[in-house]
């Protein structure tokens, strides 16, 4: 064990920022709604990332802070497909951590695809997973008044919670994508804990 003596100097270890945590989201909706908040280039005040395109997918990369703990989420937009049998679920989908549905408000056929879309992941992505992958649900231009909705809020509101779904709407004239992330991220991970839980519940037969 080194000693001090008076006078003289200690370089202190580099103390290491904590490692950023990684959570993978999906992003399904129709072609229409390709501008969602989560897929929009980092803009706002302390907002950092990057996005790449590839064929049928946009990739975008956002660092936010939550509690004084780090996350990279990296958001996966499948793109450029006109209807739902011609989806093709990428490699890179898999291993999802949460899949964010995306409708337009005032449309009641994108919504009622909402069921469809969730599906589509369940049965593609989620059926590979040890645990079921959790849901958030974002319908766009909530600017759009109620009288020209034809799914309205209080419908879009009762599937969700029998499906406990968390449900945000948003719009350009609105700044709730930090709320909308800081509810993925906590929806993730009691997803994880709980799965974790049930592992170690898991008791093993002992042969002997």
């Not at 989420?73 to 209807?83: A, E, R, V």
């Not at 969700?160 to 993730?188: G, H, W």
Request: hydrophobic share 35%; net charge positive; glycine share 6%.
């Amino acid at each position: 064990m080194s000693t001090l003596t008076i006078g003289s100097s200690y370089r202190l270890r580099d103390v290491e920022d904590p490692p950023s945590t990684l959570l993978k989201i999906v992003v399904l909706g129709d072609t229409e709604v390709e501008k969602s908040c989560l897929v929009k280039e980092p803009t706002g005040k302390g907002e950092n990332g990057s996005s790449i395109h590839t064929i049928g997918m946009k990739i975008l990369t956002r660092h936010i802070k939550k509690r004084n703990k780090k996350y990279t989420l990296q958001i996966c937009k499948i793109i450029g497909k006109k209807t739902i049998q011609e989806i093709r679920v990428p490699k890179s989908c898999i291993g999802a951590d949460i899949c964010v549905l995306n409708y337009r408000v005032g449309d009641p056929i994108s919504f009622a695809k909402l069921r469809m879309w969730r599906y589509i992941f369940n049965y593609r992505i989620n059926i590979r997973e040890a645990g079921n992958v959790p849901f958030v649900v974002i319908g766009d231009k909530s600017d759009t008044p109620d009288f020209t909705r034809h799914a309205s809020t209080e419908e879009v509101g009762t599937w969700c919670r029998l499906m406990d779904i968390p449900y945000f709407e948003t719009s350009a004239k609105e700044d709730n994508i930090q709320m909308i992330l800081e509810t993925v991220i906590d929806k993730s991970e009691l997803h994880d804990n709980k799965f974790e839980d049930y592992k170690k519940s898991i008791v093993l037969p002992v042969f002997v």
